[in-house]
Every structure is written in structure tokens, then in C-alpha cells.
């Protein structure tokens, strides 16, 4: 199995910037797409930003411009870059990553969630 360890979360004021990192460990062999989902209590979880393996990237349109997500390969590791934060973007933002098991088959893997919380 993949495990996933968040860090990064905290407190900004509203224009601020926070960097989430999350770390890939166990078995990491086939892991494809990693990314960032984000959560606020009693709402669905809603994708932010996502990376293939080849740097392939997508964002949600509420944090196009202002997120950007990356990856390095070599550590495992994926980054959620995020700049000119506002108070809309308090929630709890989840690691995934996607690993292929067969050729048609994959399975996702999720964090345990770091709290973001913007001031304005």
C-alpha cells in the first residue's frame, strides 16, 4: 500500500502564501496522478490541483493563477505552491495519489488531511 504525510498547513493572513508538501512512501512502484483535494466540514470534497507522473497539470477555476502544484519524481513528493491565498480557501486539503495495479485497474490513496485557514 501507499502511504501519504502532509505538511505545510497553517494559518495566513488574506494575499498570503502557504506550501503544502505530502510524501509518498510504502509500495510507490506505478504511482501516476498525485494532487490536492480540499474539504470544508459538512461540504463535499472538491478537487484543487492534479499532476501526472510527466508534469501534466490541472486546477480547479477558483485557484487557477494563484495555486500551483508540482512534483519530484525522485523524492516522491508532490507540492501544493499556494500564493495571494483569501479566506474562500480555509479548509482541510487532502494528498491523493493514484497507483496502477494492472493494467486496468488502479487504486487511489489519500492523506490524512492538513488544515488550511486564511484570515481576512
Known amino acids: 500500500q501507499v502511504r501519504l504525510v502532509e505538511s505545510g498547513g497553517g494559518w495566513a493572513q488574506a494575499g498570503g502564501s502557504l506550501r503544502l508538501s505530502c510524501v509518498a512512501s510504502?509500495?510507490?512502484?506505478?504511482?501516476?496522478?498525485m494532487g490536492w483535494d480540499r474539504q470544508v466540514p459538512g461540504k463535499q470534497r472538491d478537487l484543487v490541483a492534479g499532476?501526472?507522473?510527466?508534469?501534466?497539470?490541472n486546477y480547479a477555476d477558483s485557484v487557477k493563477g494563484r495555486f500551483t502544484i508540482s512534483r519530484d519524481n525522485a523524492k516522491n513528493t508532490v507540492y501544493l505552491q499556494m500564493n495571494s491565498l483569501k479566506p474562500e480557501d480555509t479548509a482541510v486539503y487532502y494528498c491523493?495519489?493514484?497507483?496502477?495495479?494492472?493494467?486496468?485497474?488502479?487504486?487511489?490513496?489519500w492523506g490524512q488531511g492538513t488544515q488550511v485557514t486564511v484570515s481576512s
Open positions: 491523493n495519489a493514484e497507483r496502477r495495479i494492472v493494467l486496468k485497474a488502479t487504486t487511489r490513496y
Open positions: 510504502g509500495t510507490i512502484l506505478g504511482l501516476e496522478t
Open positions: 499532476i501526472t507522473s510527466g508534469g501534466v497539470t
